[in-house]
């Protein structure tokens, strides 16, 4: 059974790079097919997806925050992790990593539990 | 840019049946986008229902059915339970991505 655990600043100032990792346990990150996604959720908002790294290294990203937005493997560490520039009070939200895989064409199997990044100077 | 719709609310009497649907602002959802269901209870992690359609998620209650209702997708709920009360979010694989409904808020009363 795969978990996932977020960690990261839960403040962040107006400006900054938003930094999240997200930590794999129960099977590892460089299995084949899997998607690692990031998620996020502005309070009282729906669910926006924010991008993926595939297992093969390729990434890709909501066009709304790609220009912002990257995303990274650490196979050594089994992790992911999630960076977003130039972050604004429009970034406040809880931040999920999640997995998926292209070979049940499911993109988001599991989740973590979230944590909450706030904008703020 | 495509935008995925769904009902913003429903609401479903105890022991009820209700279908939630996902379609497309322009178009329609065909199989190929491999529709996919999600709950969402207040303060949770959302937890994955269908994905691929209609396949349940491990653990996932057999009064939850996906499938194809004209040119959306649908999620069922048949017999519904107080704690079926959520938020319920549609994913589509469109291009390259993933795009996520505006969520239906469910009530159970």
Redesign the interface.
């Known amino acids: 059974q795969v978990q996932l655990q977020e960690s990261g600043p839960g403040l962040v100032k107006p400006s900054q790079t938003l930094s999240l990792t997200c930590s794999v346990s129960g099977g590892s990150i460089s299995t084949g097919g899997y998607y690692w996604?990031w998620?996020r959720q502005r309070p009282g908002e729906?669910?926006?997806?924010v991008?993926?790294i595939f297992y093969s290294g390729s990434t890709?990203?909501?066009?709304?925050l790609k220009s912002r937005v990257t995303i990274s493997v650490d196979t050594s560490k089994n992790q992911f992790s999630l960076k977003l520039s130039s972050v604004t009070a429009a970034d406040t939200a809880f931040y999920?990593c999640a997995g998926g895989s292209s070979v049940?064409?499911?993109?988001?199997?599991?989740?973590?539990?979230?944590t909450l990044v706030t904008v703020s100077s | 840019q495509t935008v995925v719709t769904q009902e913003p609310s429903f609401s479903v009497s105890p022991g009820g049946t209700v279908t939630l649907t996902c379609g497309l602002s322009s178009g329609s959802v065909s199989t190929t986008y491999f529709p996919s269901w999600y709950q969402q209870t207040p303060g949770q992690a959302p937890r994955t229902l269908i994905y691929n359609t209609n396949i349940r998620s491990s653990g996932v209650p057999d009064r939850f059915s996906g499938s194809m209702l004209g040119n959306k997708a649908a999620l069922t709920i048949t017999g519904a339970q107080a704690d079926d009360e959520s938020d319920y979010y549609c994913v589509l694989y469109i291009g390259s991505g993933v795009v996520f409904g505006g969520g239906t808020k469910l009530t159970v009363l």
């Open positions: 996604n998620i729906g669910l926006e997806w991008g993926y890709y990203y909501n066009p709304s999920y049940t064409a499911i993109p988001i199997a599991f989740w973590g539990q979230g």
